[in-house]
């Protein structure tokens, strides 16, 4: 969640977001209405909760494609970082406040910063352009309809101009699921599903 917030919204040259909001303050605003949102849910039952932060923005091709040089935005990557700050914070908040509930953090930033940085060890050889899409870096107009993609995808990082592919997505959510706290907080999935959260033992 809040992905689309910033590419969408804050990142769009027409919107006025930019104008009105620093880039703590816009985060500040995205996890209040976050955080009211995952306090209904609660309040409806829902007991274990999977929270994933922002990847790193700056490197998607949508990006890559507005520079010159097709580098990743340093600026959008910095823009992206109190968001994850203000939802692990809010992770620890729901654990201590909220009586039979369990919330983790998956850290996608880092999972995907170590997928860029290391990609011929994950089996990867493109990491700057999508599969499928238009133009610099396969990234300005995003994959369409019957576009032909690439025949080689299990090779690329990105599937069009934002989203990763399968293989990448395959390699986060084992991560995510079996991980050690460098990567997912304070437990990972395959913790969260073993948990004992009712007073008699039973699994809800």
């Known amino acids: 969640m809040g992905s689309n917030d910033y590419l969408n919204n804050y990142l769009m040259p027409n919107y006025a977001t930019r104008n009105q909001y620093n880039g703590q303050q816009f985060a500040n605003l995205l996890i209040q ?30 990006i890559l494609a507005q520079s010159p040089t097709s580098r990743c935005s340093d600026e959008v990557n910095r823009l992206i970082l109190p968001f994850n700050a203000n939802m692990r914070a809010m992770v620890n908040r729901f654990n201590s406040n909220l009586p039979g509930a369990k919330f983790i953090y998956i850290d996608v ?13 994950y089996g990867f050889s493109v990491i700057n352009r999508g599969c499928c899409g238009i133009g610099r870096n396969s990234g300005q107009i995003t994959c ?28 986060m959510g084992r991560k995510a699921f079996n991980g050690d706290r460098s990567v997912v907080y304070p437990m990972n999935i395959e913790q969260l599903a073993n948990l004992d959260l009712e007073p008699n033992g039973q699994k809800p």
């Open 33 to 62: 209405q976050y955080n009211r949102q995952l306090n209904t849910l609660y309040n409806l039952g829902a007991r274990r909760f999977v929270l994933a932060g922002l990847g790193i923005m700056g490197c998607i091709p949508s």
């Open 109 to 121: 930033y880092h999972m995907f910063q170590d997928i860029l940085s290391n990609s011929r060890n």
């Open 144 to 171: 369409l309809p019957f576009q032909t993609p690439c025949s080689n995808r299990e090779q690329y990082v990105f599937w069009d101009a934002f989203h990763p592919t399968e293989a990448v997505n395959v390699i």
